[in-house]
């Protein structure tokens, strides 16, 4: 009888941890980070390096399930919870918006799954602005429209709303980059500017409360992948992707101190 009571004892504390092991498994905050092959030269566009250390970055932070893919996931079940997706890849409005998969984009935003986007991604060709405008419009909050206009400098990167939570723990600081001109900023708010070297402001980071309850955010910068080496870069992003997933951000920002193996640039492929 005694060993019976322990048996019982046993297999009811192994049906509690399991449990508690189930419940915090769907308890977490699952993040969908979307990158491509490559398009452009060696070091810069370097999608799907980028998001993976992103993803990477994301979960240092409890409770963070990070979802890498290349291209848009194959699989239906691979969408179940997700809280916001992270695109960095060409022009996110024609990837989003003309695929296979537009009616599962529609579906997620309606329900208002977050929304990052980086650099060319924060964009829209400018042949489909007309046809593509209005909904890109109402996922992200503001454009670019490619190619209207790009210079490449250095610049200090300022902070137009300090107090926001994407630009907790980390300060201004020089930040060289492809800046893209004259965004179309309409429902969001303005949240990064840099200044050109013709002396005008540009915004190049912007943030949307979505009706839907969903929240947004685009930056255009992102260009060269030495920019993801730095900390204060990686933090302002992983910042954006905890604020569209309506995680709390830390007053010190997110955690982002990966290692250096996990910042290295893989060696460029022979052709």
């Given at each position: 009888m005694?060993?019976?009571?322990?048996?019982?004892?046993?297999?009811?504390?192994?049906?509690?941890?399991?449990?508690?092991?189930?419940?915090?498994?769907?308890?977490?905050t699952r993040i969908l980070f979307l990158g491509k092959d490559p398009d452009h030269p060696y070091g810069s566009h370097m999608y799907m390096h980028a998001v993976g250390v992103l993803a990477k970055c994301a979960e240092l932070t409890p409770g963070i399930e990070a979802v890498v893919s290349n291209g848009w996931p194959k699989e239906a079940k691979t969408l179940a919870e997700i809280k916001t997706m992270l695109v960095y890849t060409s022009p996110a409005a024609e990837f989003l918006l003309e695929g296979e998969h537009r009616s599962q984009v529609d579906e997620m935003m309606k329900k208002g799954v977050g929304l990052v986007t980086i650099h060319w991604a924060s964009s829209i060709y400018q042949k489909n602005f007309d046809r593509l405008g209005s909904s890109w419009l109402s996922y992200l909050g503001g454009t670019w429209v490619s190619n209207v206009g790009l210079s490449f400098g250095k610049s200090k990167l300022k902070q137009l709303n300090p107090d926001h939570s994407i630009c907790r723990g980390w300060k201004e600081y020089e930040i060289e980059d492809e800046f893209y001109h004259d965004p179309v900023i309409k429902q969001a708010k303005p949240l990064l500017q840099v200044r050109a070297r013709n002396g005008k402001d540009i915004v190049v980071g912007w943030v949307y409360q979505r009706p839907d309850g969903g929240r947004s955010f685009g930056t255009t910068l992102g260009h060269p992948y030495k920019n993801f080496e730095i900390d204060a870069f990686r933090r302002m992003i992983v910042n954006g992707i905890l604020w569209s997933a309506h995680v709390e951000v830390p007053q010190t920002g997110a955690p982002v101190n990966v290692g250096v193996d996990v910042l290295a640039l893989p060696p460029e492929k022979k052709k």
């Open positions: 005694h060993a019976l009571v322990i048996r019982c004892s046993a297999l009811t504390l192994a049906l509690l941890v399991s449990g508690q092991a189930l419940a915090q498994e769907k308890s977490k």
